[in-house]
């Protein structure tokens, strides 16, 4: 069964994804740093932090589909693709940032060997 995680949930873009994919019939799960935030998000929420890896794997460890929302990318990015390769999910951001597009070209042969699509700026 696929599943969708948006990260950064509780911002402007985000919460449009969270909208269309229900709209699409969807239940995301919806997620971010701050649990006091997403408390007030209707759905299945999950809080992380991207400068811990084993609790990342933990809740992206049933994700089929990550949706990367949080800027700065810069900072965002890297922790989660990783993340998303490490468990076998797809990473997709809206990032539009160069950097994004070429970490992403540096993680392709790893990503390629798990099966994990990498698409930034989507």
Known sequence: MSRLMIYSATGYTARLA???AKAAG???VLAGRDAA???GLDGETR?????DPAAMDAVLSDVTVLLNCAGPFLRTAEPLMRAAIRNGAHYLDIAAELDSYRLAEKLDGEAA????MLLPGS
């Open 18 to 20: 969270t909208g269309y």
């Open 26 to 28: 969807l239940d995301p």
């Open 37 to 39: 935030a997403l408390a």
């Open 47 to 51: 809080a992380f932090t991207l400068d």
């Open 113 to 116: 060997a798990r099966g994990v």
